[in-house]
């Protein structure tokens, strides 16, 4: 697969440009990012964010199916795609 290729088919399957997928790809690593500062913080002091963890992971879940279209992920599964 030439190098081309590999930045855009991706984006392409699930209907983006290299762009918008780029864009979401970092806001949901911000979020993610965030939430894991404030867990870290929650597990040495629980009385603080003590469900930011959750609700940014429930809000990222319902935003990711809402852009796909898909009503049900569980059967999803991860394939690396740089493997092939």
Request: net charge negative; proline share 4%; aromatic share 8%.
């Amino acid at each position: 697969m030439e190098l081309g290729k590999r930045f855009t088919s991706h984006p392409a399957a699930v209907g983006e440009t290299y762009g918008a997928h780029f864009k979401f790809a970092i806001k949901v690593s911000v979020a993610l990012i965030k939430s894991a500062f404030a867990c870290l913080v929650h597990a040495i002091y629980p009385p603080v964010f003590s469900d930011t963890a959750s609700r940014t992971i429930k809000n990222l879940s319902n935003e990711i199916e809402e852009r796909s279209g898909m009503e049900d992920v569980s059967h999803v599964s991860v394939v690396d795609s740089l493997a092939s």
